[in-house]
Nanobody
Framework: QVQLEESGGGLVQTGGSLRLSCAAP????????TGWFRRAPGSEREGVSC????????SYAGSVRGRFTISSDSAKNTVYLQMNGLRPEDTAVYFC???????????????WGQGTQVTVSS
């Protein structure tokens, strides 16, 4: 089972920034739609942002649009999530996934990582 590996989480104050990285082995990141999801305690999984690198198409959840930016570096097999203007409600475990069924970050996921904690203090 191929597993993705996230890094870059941490504790930040409201308004701060973090950049998450997702190492996707082989050509997973360039071959499939990849994206970031989050799960807060007691909440359902939420699709944050997805990217289809080959086509340059991105999608964002309404709650993060304008604050978060997804990008990928095929040479490094890495997908990034730049998070600016962080809010306490962004606190969650963030994990990346690949081979996502739909462009709006819904549907099945084939590959995923363990996740990284992001905590935003007020």
């Amino acid at each position: 089972q191929v597993q993705l590996e996230e890094s870059g989480g941490g504790l930040v104050q409201t308004g701060g920034s973090l950049r998450l990285s997702c190492a996707a082995p082989g050509r997973i990141g360039s071959r499939y739609r990849t994206g970031w999801f989050r799960r807060a305690p007691g909440s359902e999984r939420e699709g944050v942002s997805c990217i289809k690198s080959r086509m340059g198409r991105t999608s964002y959840a309404g709650s993060v649009r304008g604050r978060f930016t997804i990008s990928s570096d095929s040479a490094k097999n890495t997908v990034y999530l730049q998070m600016n203007g962080l809010r306490p409600e962004d606190t969650a475990v963030y994990f990346c996934a690949a081979d996502i069924e739909r462009s709006d970050c819904t549907g099945t996921l084939t590959y995923w990582g363990q996740g990284t904690q992001v905590t935003v203090s007020s």
